[in-house]
């Protein structure tokens, strides 16, 4: 994944031997196999992994470790390791009919659709239990798979959402039903077994809890039936932490504990870093955790490398110019989202590039780039067209 990713290049360009192991078929991780094309195309996905293996990485794909190798072969054939498993695992709902057909986990959705095994729910309606971001990808994803309706269902309010405001807001132009103030209560499944509808339980917004959010409270009311065909269910992910626990690493509350360096505490050459010990976060948590990883790994060898580019940075230019406000990229509108998984956002205009490069943002005091960068830019775009 991308944690793992970052320590091999970041430890290679230091001059070490590093060598990757990954449990499924292609490299990435979730930006593989849990971030839908519609936003992270694949082609620009291995555009920048075969970058990063330019470099010399040796890797090594389908090894599943406690399987095919055992966590103490590698810690014995190598001076360190990094432990970057991310959060793969699913969470379940622990209701009725929950093991009733077509009840699957959003992880594995959308890692079947990264491997190429998508499902078809054309003319289905789908329910998607969870409020995170996982949960609004699973929601346009199913979308795009030929649902005739997709309802993302939530036991808190939309604004206590932990996805980003512009996902849930997109899900919602692209025509997916936000149901908030609903909590899961069964599952109801045909004499086949399989899913004919999502039961809820009303909830009214309750007292701040510890983590500082507003708890949901079952309100007096009836539940709420939800006719489906899918129930898609995305309330969290977990690691695969056994082959790891077998040389002494220890989790609390389902995340691998290291410390501040990544360092795995009682074990020697062991480091740890990423989702698997923050839990799920975002992308760029993952790639600052490898390079953390990857000078505190450096420094446990008894080295102290230092990378330098040939970029040359100039100074900030100071001019009276105001303050420039940020460019919010557009996404384009479709007629049919069905089938469609080609990017979904636009990038910025030439002229809007050109006033982003030349103008302030996040409300500093005014300055902007030198001249010849703002020419240079000019010039670019114009030969782009």
Same mark, same amino acid.
């Given at each position: 994944?991308p944690g793992g990713?970052t320590a091999?290049?970041y430890l290679?360009?230091m001059?070490?031997k590093?060598?990757?192991?990954e449990?499924?078929?292609?490299?990435?991780?979730?930006?593989?196999y849990?971030i839908?094309d519609?936003?992270?195309p694949?082609?620009i996905?291995d555009?920048?992994?075969d970058y990063?293996l330019?470099?010399g990485?040796? *890797?090594?794909?389908?090894?599943?470790?406690?399987k095919?190798?055992?966590m103490?072969?590698?810690?014995r054939?190598?001076d360190?390791?990094?432990?970057a498993?991310?959060a793969?695992?699913?969470?379940k709902?622990?209701?009725?009919?929950?093991t009733?057909?077509?009840?699957?986990s959003a992880?594995?959705?959308?890692?079947?659709i990264?491997?190429g095994?998508?499902?078809?729910?054309?003319?289905?309606?789908v329910?998607?239990?969870?409020?995170g971001?996982v949960s609004?990808?699973?929601?346009?994803?199913a979308?795009r798979?030929g +649902?005739e309706? *997709?309802?993302c *269902?939530y036991?808190?309010?939309v604004?206590d959402?932990?996805a980003?405001?512009e996902?849930i807001?997109?899900?919602?132009?692209?025509?997916c039903?936000?149901?908030?103030?609903?909590?899961?209560?069964r599952?109801e499944?045909?004499e086949?077994g399989c899913?004919?509808?999502?039961?809820?339980r009303?909830?009214h917004?309750g007292?701040?809890?510890?983590d500082?959010?507003?708890?949901?409270?079952?309100a007096?009311?009836p539940e709420f039936?939800?006719?489906c065909?899918y129930v898609?269910?995305?309330?969290g992910?977990a690691i695969?932490?056994?082959?790891?626990?077998a040389?002494?690493?220890t989790?609390?509350?389902? +995340?691998?504990? +290291?410390?501040l360096?990544?360092?795995?505490p009682g074990?020697d050459?062991?480091?740890?870093g990423g989702?698997?010990?923050?839990?799920p976060?975002?992308?760029?948590r993952a790639?600052?955790?490898?390079? *953390?990883?990857?000078?505190?790994?450096?420094a446990?060898?008894g080295?102290?490398?230092?990378?330098?580019?040939d970029v040359e940075i100039?100074?900030a230019h100071?001019?009276n110019?105001?303050?420039c406000?940020?460019v919010?990229l557009?996404?384009r509108?479709?007629d049919?989202y069905?089938?469609?998984?080609?990017?979904?956002k636009e990038?910025m205009?030439p002229?809007?590039a050109?006033r982003?490069m030349e103008?302030?943002r996040c409300?500093r005091?005014?300055?902007?780039?030198?001249?010849q960068?703002s020419?240079?830019?000019k010039?670019?775009?114009?030969?782009l067209g």
């Amino acid at each position: 994944g991308p944690g793992g990713l970052t320590a091999a290049y970041y430890l290679t360009l230091m001059g070490h031997k590093v060598t990757v192991y990954e449990q499924r078929p292609k490299l990435g991780g979730m930006l593989r196999y849990g971030i839908p094309d519609y936003r992270l195309p694949q082609e620009i996905l291995d555009r920048d992994i075969d970058y990063i293996l330019s470099t010399g990485i040796a *890797v090594h794909t389908g090894v599943s470790i406690g399987k095919d190798l055992t966590m103490a072969d590698i810690q014995r054939s190598f001076d360190a390791v990094y432990i970057a498993i991310g959060a793969h695992n699913d969470k379940k709902l622990g209701l009725e009919g929950e093991t009733s057909k077509n009840v699957v986990s959003a992880v594995e959705l959308l890692r079947g659709i990264g491997e190429g095994k998508a499902p078809d729910f054309t003319g289905k309606k789908v329910c998607v239990v969870g409020g995170g971001n996982v949960s609004m990808d699973a929601t346009r994803t199913a979308l795009r798979l030929g +649902a005739e309706s *997709v309802t993302c *269902v939530y036991r808190r309010r939309v604004e206590d959402m932990t996805a980003l405001a512009e996902e849930i807001e997109e899900a919602m132009a692209e025509g997916c039903q936000i149901l908030p103030l609903q909590a899961p209560a069964r599952i109801e499944a045909d004499e086949n077994g399989c899913v004919t509808a999502l039961w809820t339980r009303p909830q009214h917004i309750g007292p701040y809890g510890n983590d500082g959010r507003p708890k949901p409270v079952a309100a007096d009311a009836p539940e709420f039936r939800i006719p489906c065909d899918y129930v898609i269910v995305a309330i969290g992910q977990a690691i695969e932490a056994k082959p790891f626990e077998a040389v002494g690493v220890t989790t609390q509350r389902g +995340a691998i504990q +290291a410390d501040l360096s990544s360092a795995v505490p009682g074990l020697d050459n062991v480091f740890a870093g990423g989702d698997a010990v923050s839990g799920p976060a975002t992308v760029i948590r993952a790639v600052a955790a490898g390079k *953390v990883a990857a000078d505190n790994i450096d420094a446990y060898l008894g080295f102290d490398h230092k990378i330098h580019t040939d970029v040359e940075i100039p100074p900030a230019h100071l001019t009276n110019s105001p303050p420039c406000g940020r460019v919010n990229l557009k996404n384009r509108h479709l007629d049919c989202y069905c089938g469609d998984f080609t990017l979904l956002k636009e990038g910025m205009t030439p002229e809007e590039a050109v006033r982003r490069m030349e103008g302030i943002r996040c409300g500093r005091k005014a300055t902007s780039c030198p001249d010849q960068i703002s020419q240079a830019l000019k010039g670019a775009l114009a030969e782009l067209g």
